[in-house]
């Protein structure tokens, strides 16, 4: 470990450039966090308005709006933009944020690479989107763009889909080569690797799975694209090749994906719980030894994906038994944030309030889970509602709520300015009884045989699919009331304290003031 | 900044880092022979093997146990060909060689060219079936309206589970032409 680097003093505190090219040429890890926020947040709402889309057709049995063909682009472009524009450069842009100031570090390990991994993100999504206009339609084989939809039966503009992704994960490459290189090397003296606060262990864990899985994810759209025209044959029978295998591939890189959009969410909330618990954090080692855990065995149960695309029973018994073991670690963290609370002088600020949202919500995203791992069941669950209301309570329940915790319990520091309390918990109340008449509806509709994907449905079905559409309105509407408190809260506000909240603990809250200077720690701070 | 962060950062361990992603990408492509050779070991995947007509063995049939063997043909859209056994099925002992045959038909009025992948069920059986002779070892060609008699000798290795008492192998004739 070297130390933070000491700064020549006529630069000192200078604030950044003005004008647009300020955010342009930025290599300061606070400016490039927030675009890497706002890009986001504008995911969120793209993403979410095709979400809108979706619910409107399915508002009744019958075609009533779209077309199943648009229908379908919808559901691919919405789990796409989701996955790869909201979820993860959301947690990338409050790695930038919090990371150095953390770790007591002055920036980024590597500044410039920083600027171009995120500066490639806008070219990426925007020619995803642009498929939208073009002859035959965008991309509609779903996220997971299994062969040989994607490659034989695909629309042209398939091409702009496959060069998209190769820049997202040329962008995600880099920006966790980023967050490597400064969390073992720009550390403050002092500050231990069992020091760290947990955000940064789970993002170091998070960036170690996304430099292992991002370049086979490149490798299988590689391969798609030469099957398409370069007279390959890796996923084409008639060649030789197998669409089996691309199953096996993509799936190699889709069950660590899942883990790279929760580990850091378990970083957030193993900040915030303590926080307003007033409590140090129960069981900090075992949490790191169980988010490596996780890590680990993401890499050996991709195929409780494909229980139904047939395996002979020992694959199913080993990936069954593979799957429920990750309920383990995932047992050890849960357990240790309830014990975080137990006796705790608990208070429930905004932030605290989606943490819970979090635990609670999580959960029972984690136990729909266990249900589907188990492989003679999931013959019945796989491919209907009950797999969308799964992934739905872990992602959005999960690591969306994790991020806007995030948000709420990091705003004030970053800005200065105090969001407005009240404002705070009806958005909480809000999303949280919407999000509930939204998604848990959809379990029982999978249950019932629903598939997903789909834009019509059989009548019985219909009630359950109204109320969730009249809940998936309310939590888009939520996310609108979002985007104005995060303006207000930027333009002002009751002024933030320098430690924020009573309980805080971490350098970014004891060290720096409220909002901190524009280069933070150009001396390293001093580790008790 | 007049001093970039980045000068702290040993380039070696740095390299290390750069390397992983590299090697990842390599390792997806790498996965394609794995995924062959895996299937090929476990004789999953419904992939049948291949054996030399003079690596056979005589004494090695077992007349105590007879398998059914039953013959599927297909045809993937595309080729405009009629395919299918010319006998269902037969009753064969391990490690006896056996001959079928199975006839296509083109009803196109131009040359066109198939390549035939077999599917062997239950997947199991897949590594004790082999073939001395196949026509889905070449590609096919025929000529406008053609019909060809294609032979097949296949041998069932006498150390299949002694549980399998039927399989069914399947032909998918795939169109190679171009366009």
Redesign the interface.
């Known amino acids: 470990m070297?130390t933070?680097?000491t700064?020549?003093d006529?630069?000192d505190d200078h604030g950044p450039a003005k004008g647009l090219m300020r955010w342009v040429t930025t290599?300061n890890h606070k400016d490039i966090g927030t675009l890497y926020l706002w890009l986001a947040f504008i995911m969120l709402l793209t993403g979410g308005s095709m979400a809108m889309v979706i619910r409107a057709e399915l508002f009744q049995p019958g075609l009533q709006f779209v077309q199943p063909e648009f229908f379908n682009q919808m559901t691919t472009l919405h789990g796409l933009i989701m996955v790869f524009g909201a979820i993860m450069p959301a947690f990338v842009g409050l790695a930038n944020w919090l990371i150095p100031m953390m770790i007591g570090?002055?920036?980024?390990?590597?500044?410039?690479m920083n600027n171009w991994s995120f500066w490639i993100l806008p070219f990426a999504f925007t020619m995803l989107a642009s498929t939208l206009l073009m002859e035959g339609g965008a991309p509609a084989f779903g996220w997971t763009f299994y062969a040989p939809l994607s490659t034989t039966f695909a629309p042209e503009s398939t091409d702009y889909f496959i060069f998209a992704v190769h820049l997202m994960g040329i962008s995600s490459?880099m920006g966790a080569?980023n967050v490597?290189?400064t969390i073992?090397?720009?550390r403050a003296p002092g500050m231990t690797l069992m020091k760290m606060p947990l955000f940064v262990w789970t993002w170091l864990i998070t960036a170690?799975l996304l430099?292992?899985?991002?370049?086979?994810?490149?490798?299988?759209v590689t391969?798609m694209l030469t099957d398409r025209h370069f007279g390959t044959s890796?996923f084409?029978?008639?060649?030789?090749g197998?669409p089996?295998?691309f199953q096996?591939?993509f799936w190699?890189f889709g069950h660590p994906e899942v883990y790279i959009m929760i580990l850091p969410a378990f970083g957030i909330i193993s900040a915030i719980i303590p926080t307003f618990a007033r409590k140090q954090l129960f069981g900090y080692s075992s949490m790191v030894y169980a988010t490596a855990s996780i890590a680990i065995l993401s890499f050996m149960v991709w195929a409780h994906h494909m229980f139904t695309v047939?395996m002979?029973v020992a694959?199913e018994l080993y990936f069954m038994y593979a799957t429920i073991l990750i309920s383990v670690p995932t047992g050890v963290k849960v357990f240790n944030w309830v014990t975080t609370m137990w006796k705790g002088s608990m208070t429930f600020e905004t932030p605290m309030l989606w943490a819970l949202g979090f635990i609670v919500m999580f959960t029972i995203g984690g136990f729909s889970g266990l249900m589907l791992g188990v492989a003679p069941v999931d013959t019945q669950y796989h491919d209907t509602y009950f797999v969308v209301a799964h992934f739905h309570y872990v992602l959005v329940t999960g690591a969306l709520y994790s991020i806007i915790a995030a948000f709420y319990y990091w705003v004030p520091k970053w800005t200065g300015n105090m969001y407005n309390e009240t404002h705070g918990k009806i958005h909480f109340w809000w999303s949280t009884i919407s999000v509930n008449v939204l998604f848990f509806p959809q379990h029982f509709v999978g249950l019932a045989g629903m598939p997903r994907r789909i834009p019509d449905y059989s009548l019985q079905f219909a009630e359950f699919n109204a109320i969730s559409s009249i809940g998936g309105f309310a939590f888009g509407l939520a996310q609108i009331f979002f985007l104005y408190i995060i303006i207000k809260t930027i333009k002002g506000g009751k002024k933030a304290t320098d430690k924020v909240w009573e309980g805080a603990t971490g350098l970014e809250f004891e060290a720096l003031p409220s909002p901190p200077p524009y280069?933070s720690f150009n001396t390293a701070p001093e580790i008790k | 900044m007049s001093e970039a962060p980045g000068k702290l950062i040993p380039r070696s361990q740095l390299a290390k880092i750069v390397l992983i992603p590299i090697l990842m990408f390599g390792f997806g492509f790498a996965l394609v022979p794995l995924y062959d050779v895996f299937c090929d070991i476990t004789g999953l995947n419904g992939k049948t093997g291949r054996i030399e007509a003079s690596a056979i063995d005589a004494n090695q049939v077992d007349t105590s146990r007879t398998i059914e063997v039953r013959f599927l043909a297909n045809t993937a859209s595309g080729l405009p060909w009629s395919f299918e056994p010319v006998i269902k099925k037969m009753s064969v002992h391990p490690g006896q060689v056996y001959e079928a045959q199975y006839r296509v038909r083109s009803s196109a009025d131009i040359v066109t060219t198939g390549q035939a992948i077999p599917s062997v069920s239950p997947g199991l059986a897949a590594k004790h079936f082999n073939k001395t002779e196949c026509f889905c070892f070449s590609q096919q060609k025929l000529n406008a309206r053609e019909q060809r008699d294609m032979p097949l000798r296949f041998i069932i290795g006498n150390d299949i589970d002694d549980k399998i008492e039927q399989i069914t192998l399947s032909y998918t004739f795939f169109s190679v032409d171009k366009g």
Not at chain 1, 105 to 112: K, S, V
Not at chain 1, 236 to 240: E, K, S, V
């Open positions: 070297t933070a680097t700064h020549d006529a630069h290599t570090a002055p920036d980024m390990a590597l500044p410039r490459v080569i490597i290189a073992l090397n720009m170690y430099i292992a899985v991002m370049p086979v994810l490149a490798g299988v391969m890796f084409d029978a008639a060649g030789g197998d089996v295998m096996h591939i190699f047939g002979p694959g280069h």
